[in-house]
């Protein structure tokens, strides 16, 4: 099963930026879908970003417009440019891969705050 490995999250201010990036330890390019979910304390874990193999790519309706999800092949890596953040953004950011068997594989966690 690949290894997810999250970086990127921080403390930064009512409309601001961040940008989340995941590592697989191998090549994601056999992937079904790569994304992002997230946590909020006292919340389900709920969708915000994901892109296909073939370029497809859903956002959650609370990120439209804010995030943009990418994913680069040649580095094994998916990114998550997260723009005019809000408090409500706060919570803890994990990538999620999926294969085309359906078979799941979750990073640890990033943690994004979002205060002034």
């Known amino acids: 099963q690949v290894q997810l490995v999250e970086s990127g999250g921080d403390l930064v201010q009512p409309g601001g930026s961040l940008r989340l990036s995941c590592a697989a330890s191998g090549s994601i390019s056999g992937f079904y879908s790569m994304g992002w979910n997230r946590q909020a304390p006292g919340k389900q874990r709920e969708l915000v970003a994901r892109v296909t193999k073939g370029g497809v790519r859903n956002y959650g309706d609370s990120v439209k417009g804010r995030f943009t999800i990418s994913r680069d092949n040649a580095k094994n890596t998916v990114y998550l440019q997260m723009n005019s953040l809000k408090p409500e953004d706060t919570a803890v950011y994990y990538c999620?891969?999926?294969?085309?068997?359906?078979?799941?594989?979750w990073g640890q966690g990033t943690q994004v705050t979002v205060s002034s």
């Open positions: 999620k891969a999926v294969t085309y068997s359906l078979s799941v594989s």
